[in-house]
């Protein structure tokens, strides 16, 4: 199984910072590579997918990046409905696996 | 747009059977892969399996001697069922679309991705 890494586990920040997460693949999966957000007590909502492309609705202030092994979803402009739980998801091979999580907390 | 919607029971004695159907209301169930996710709580998320409208499967090997998915195209709607449940199986049971993106010359064919979920449901493994 490709193991899915995410760093950190949980950060703190402030509305309109700018938030930085990784995730590493412990084998390359080229773009195959997708992320999720997850308030308390909802299902994953699709964010990104094929590492860089915005899915349909999703704001602009969200980006990711990355290929082979290391990735990263980047939120630009914290707002305050973004403060979830945000995990990385690969696609190149199954069993699909996840990332742990980051939890983005309010500082 | 397309919704789901998982059903079944919520509590499930140890060494039986759950059973959830997943409904798909607004769109067909033809032409796409359909999965199932669970998460126990306060953990991360983890993947059991998908299946296509034609019926073909693929299981996570952790759960395959377990797991079932089946397809009923006429009624809209995809299952799951895992035998011989202990309490390691209570989690929130999520279904999902599994939407792509067909690029005919990427390494690994198309990119696959969830797109659209059930709001999940709650099932607990107890006697």
């Known amino acids: 199984d490709i193991q899915m890494t995410q760093s950190p586990s949980s950060l703190s920040a402030s509305v309109r910072d700018r938030v930085t997460i990784t995730c590493r693949a412990s084998?390359?999966?080229?773009?195959?590579l997708n992320w999720y957000q997850q308030k308390p007590g909802k299902a994953p909502k699709l964010l990104i997918y094929?590492?860089?492309s915005l899915q349909s609705g999703v704001p602009s202030r969200f980006s990711g990046s990355g290929s082979g092994t290391d990735f990263t979803l980047t939120i630009n402009s914290l707002q305050p409905e973004d403060f979830a739980t945000y995990y990385c998801q690969q696609s190149y091979s199954t069993p699909r696996t996840f990332g742990q999580g980051t939890k983005v907390e309010i500082k | 747009q397309v919704q789901l919607q998982e059903s079944g029971p919520g509590l499930v004695k140890p060494s039986e059977t759950l059973s959830l159907t997943c409904t798909v209301s607004g769109g067909a169930i033809s032409s796409y892969y359909w999965s199932w996710i669970r998460q126990p709580p306060g953990k991360g998320l983890e993947w059991i399996g998908y299946i296509y409208n034609s019926g073909s499967t693929n299981y996570n090997p952790s759960l395959k001697s377990r797991v079932t998915i089946s397809v009923d195209t006429s009624k809209n709607q995809f299952s799951l069922k895992l035998s011989s449940v202990t309490a390691a199986d209570t989690a929130v049971y999520y279904c999902?679309?599994?939407?792509?993106?067909?690029?005919?010359?990427?390494?690994?064919?198309?990119?696959?991705?969830?797109?659209?979920w059930g709001k999940g449901t709650t099932v607990t493994v107890s006697s």
């Open positions: 999902s679309r599994v939407g792509a993106v067909i690029v005919p010359a990427a390494i690994r064919g198309n990119y696959y991705y969830m797109d659209v």
């Open positions: 094929a590492a860089s």
């Open positions: 084998q390359s999966i080229s773009s195959y």
